[in-house]
Nanobody
Framework: QLQLVESGGGLVQPGRSLRLSCAAS????????IGWFRQAPGKEREGVSC????????NSADSVKGRFTISRDNAKNTMYLDMNGLVPEDTAVYYC?????????????????WGQGTQVTVSS
């Protein structure tokens, strides 16, 4: 069974940092393009950051560039999202995902394995 299990969400004050983790089981994460998505209340799910299977090219949404960093540890079969300089607008449920596409994609339809989601709340 292909599975992604997330951890690391929570309540954090504006300006602080948070790291999300996503452990894969049943498959090798390095064989997939990977991504982080988020969904705020009343809004559509949006792509945050991704790393392509081909070439390991990373990309991020303009709203998080320079603040969020996606990475993966192949030895641990785990992906991460390091979030710095958090602002209230970053409040959302965050999802990790893996897809059998060669490129880095912000299109949720191209991902076939999803984590359960973890809540991140940025508030003073």
């Amino acid at each position: 069974q292909l599975q992604l299990v997330e951890s690391g969400g929570g309540l954090v004050q504006p300006g602080r940092s948070l790291r999300l983790s996503c452990a894969a089981s049943g498959f090798t994460l390095d064989d997939y393009s990977i991504g982080w998505f988020r969904q705020a209340p009343g809004k559509e799910r949006e792509g945050v950051s991704c790393i392509s299977y081909v070439g390991g090219i990373a990309n991020s949404a303009d709203s998080v560039k320079g603040r969020f960093t996606i990475s993966r540890d192949n030895a641990k079969n785990t992906m991460y999202l390091d979030m710095n300089g958090l602002v209230p607008e970053d409040t959302a449920v965050y999802y990790c995902a893996a897809g059998r596409v060669g490129h880095c994609s912000g299109n949720a339809d191209e991902y076939v394995v999803w984590g359960q989601g973890t809540q991140v709340t940025v508030s003073s």
